[in-house]
């Protein structure tokens, strides 16, 4: 398998770019995330993951390692394959995702293209264990504090109005979740608002 390539990025397209190392050209899929770090006929390294197929192999290029870890987490959920693990990531960071799984938000996964509320549960359902160990004290800390904002009518209202104003479950319980459960909906919302933009 091919654990990593480094060279110059010879081409990019809406769907990945292609790197050359050695005078082999290589064409790697890849999420927007990465695609912001890969600019043409810039050097780059990219961290790989080799998808054989009978009628294909395929290959995706990440930038980060962590976000490898991510993709390859996604693609062992069953009914998510390498485009919908690519769609996944580049819509949501793998530390975004991580939250968006321990937190339980379906919202913010069906954000990706093609990737509804049956396939978001199921990420979440299969995942939860493996990216919950993975949080960091501060995330763990977010999800505890959005978990806990969860249990006030007040708070519980006003993250339902940042909702239906766009935003997804996870950002609106971690930014309800900084304030004063006592304080009225309104102002609530119109805090949270402050910090989520």
Do not use: W
């Not at 091919?2 to 292609?18: E, P, R």
């Not at 790697?28 to 192999?57: F, G, H, L, P, Q």
């Amino acid at each position: 398998m091919i654990y990593s390539l480094t060279g110059k990025v010879v081409a990019v397209d809406q769907y990945g770019f292609a790197i050359q190392c050695s005078g082999i050209a290589f064409y790697c899929y890849s999420t927007m995330n990465t695609m912001k770090n890969i600019m043409k006929d810039s050097v780059a390294t990219v961290y790989t993951y080799m998808n054989v197929r009978e009628d294909a192999m395929e290959l995706y290029g990440f930038s980060q390692m962590n976000e490898l870890d991510a993709f390859k987490q996604l693609i062992t959920v069953s009914g998510v394959g390498p485009k919908a693990g690519l769609a996944i990531l580049s819509v949501l960071t793998p530390d975004k995702l991580a939250l968006s799984i321990a937190s339980g938000d379906v919202k913010a996964i069906t954000q990706a293209q093609g990737v509804g509320a049956k396939i978001a549960q199921r990420v979440i359902l299969e995942l939860k264990n493996k990216f919950t160990a993975e949080l960091t004290q501060e995330q763990s800390e977010i999800v505890s504090m959005a978990q806990t904002s969860a249990g006030s009518a007040n708070t519980n209202e006003a993250i339902e109005a940042l909702i239906m104003l766009g935003y997804s479950r996870s950002e609106a319980a971690v930014a309800v979740g900084k304030l004063d459960s006592s304080l009225p909906v309104e102002e609530l919302i119109r805090l949270s608002l402050k910090s989520l933009i």
